[in-house]
């Protein structure tokens, strides 16, 4: 009955991702997985600006056993959303990605960087949580647009711990 009532809004809206996203949740569910994943695929091919379309396809890919192909999609959406990139991290955790593929997830990205870092932190890996603050320091200096916020964050990090050399390193 879900089937059909969603191929009906499917009809009226065949572009509407989050809609073929369903449907690829309900084909899953009743264990027909290839047509799951065309509809997800279905559904970023229209969508292609929506993290959330990224995040949902990855997900489930890496419940299906495909985690490199869902820790792809999962760093997709955290470059397309790099401000909530507090949700992607909290979608890898759920998925049952470990620290190191998260932190490998989001190499080079200076904001899921820093959230990753802020994650450490907040789970007590004060060690990990340091190196990763200074890959976000690399990764926003060779970002074009600087983000001085990354910077004072990162400045912070250090000067609350005391590392005053690495604190003015980041204000340099």
């Known amino acids: 009955a879900a089937l059909r009532h969603l191929a009906g809004a499917i009809r009226r809206r065949p572009v509407a991702g989050s809609?073929?996203?369903?449907?690829?949740?309900?084909?899953?569910?009743?264990?027909?997985?290839?047509k799951a994943d065309s509809s997800f695929r279905a559904g970023l091919k229209y969508d292609r600006s929506n993290p959330l379309r990224y995040r949902i396809y990855g997900s489930?890919?890496?419940?299906?056993?495909?985690?490199?192909?869902?820790?792809?999609?999962?760093?997709?959406a955290a470059v397309r959303q790099k401000e909530?990139?507090?949700l992607n991290i909290s979608q890898m955790i759920l998925a049952g990605l470990s620290?190191?593929?998260?932190?490998?997830a989001l190499g080079g990205l200076a904001e899921p960087l820093l959230h990753f870092g802020e994650y450490l932190v907040d789970t007590g890996q004060e060690e990990k949580a340091r190196v990763v603050y200074g890959e976000v320091l690399?990764?926003?200096l060779e970002e074009?647009?600087?983000?001085?916020?990354?910077?004072?964050?990162?400045?912070?990090?250090?000067?609350k711990r005391e590392l005053y050399e690495e604190?003015?390193?980041t204000v340099r």
């Open 19 to 34: 809609y073929l996203q369903r449907r690829g949740l309900i084909f899953s569910e009743l264990g027909e997985y290839e």
């Open 60 to 76: 489930w890919l890496i419940s299906r056993g495909l985690r490199r192909e869902g820790i792809q999609q999962l760093r997709e």
């Open 84 to 86: 909530r990139s507090d």
């Open 99 to 104: 620290d190191d593929e998260i932190h490998s």
């Open 138 to 140: 690399q990764a926003a």
């Open 144 to 159: 074009d647009e600087k983000e001085p916020s990354l910077f004072l964050k990162v400045y912070r990090f250090y000067h």
């Open 167 to 169: 604190a003015l390193g």
